[in-house]
């Protein structure tokens, strides 16, 4: 019978629509450690010289949250836009993985950065933007001293260049539907029951 089918499909919607929008709201999480990254030496930073470009943006359609945290109180970490690496002044002894630069009071950080201090951790919510990868040791960010280290993202491979010990990083992400999304779901739900309502 059609109005059998009908209604038996509007209640399957219904309750697809219904585990969509807990799902939203739930969201997902997930943790990933990056072990052992080489440390900083004072006086030099380290900077991804490949952008990443993958990372979707916090907004409408997605609320993204990320956390970093890491195990050592001397070394901070920032992201920064492209722009902002374009104007870093490079110094030798980079690859093909990363640059080695000069650490300076000026930067403009997207996220965290020398002003986290000692508190190893900072949150960040993705713009969609690509962005660098930067860390450095908070002793000597005025620029003097250090041993010439060859820091994360970097593989060690100059024989010239020491590393200060290693730390570990963990990033915590939670996903869910951004208001968007759920305002969709929750109107579509609305409509599914009235419909429901409408065939008694």
């Avoid at 990320?66 to 050592?72: A, G, P, R, S």
């Amino acid at each position: 019978m059609p109005t059998t089918s009908m209604a038996g499909a509007k209640a399957v919607i219904s309750v697809v629509v219904g585990l969509l929008i807990i799902g939203s709201l739930v969201g997902w999480s997930s943790e990933e450690l990056y072990p052992e990254i080489p440390k900083p030496d004072a006086g030099f930073c380290g900077v991804t010289k490949e952008a990443f470009s993958d990372v979707p943006g916090s907004g409408a359609m997605l609320d993204i949250d990320v956390v970093l945290n890491w195990d050592d109180s001397e070394v901070w970490v920032g992201i920064i836009d492209v722009a902002t690496f374009d104007q870093l002044e490079k110094l030798p002894g980079g690859n093909a993985n990363g640059e080695i630069v000069s650490c300076s009071a000026n930067i403009d950080y997207v996220a965290g950065g020398p002003s986290v201090g000692n508190a190893s951790t900072f949150d960040w919510a993705p713009d969609g933007e690509d962005f660098h990868i930067m860390i450095g040791s908070l002793e000597g960010d005025d620029g003097g001293g250090g041993g010439g280290g060859d820091p994360w993202p970097f593989s060690g491979e100059s024989e010239t260049m020491s590393f200060a010990g290693e730390f570990n990083v963990i990033v915590n992400s939670d996903v869910s539907g951004g208001w968007a999304v759920i305002l969709l779901l929750i109107l579509i739900e609305i409509g599914v029951i009235y419909l429901n309502v409408l065939d008694r």
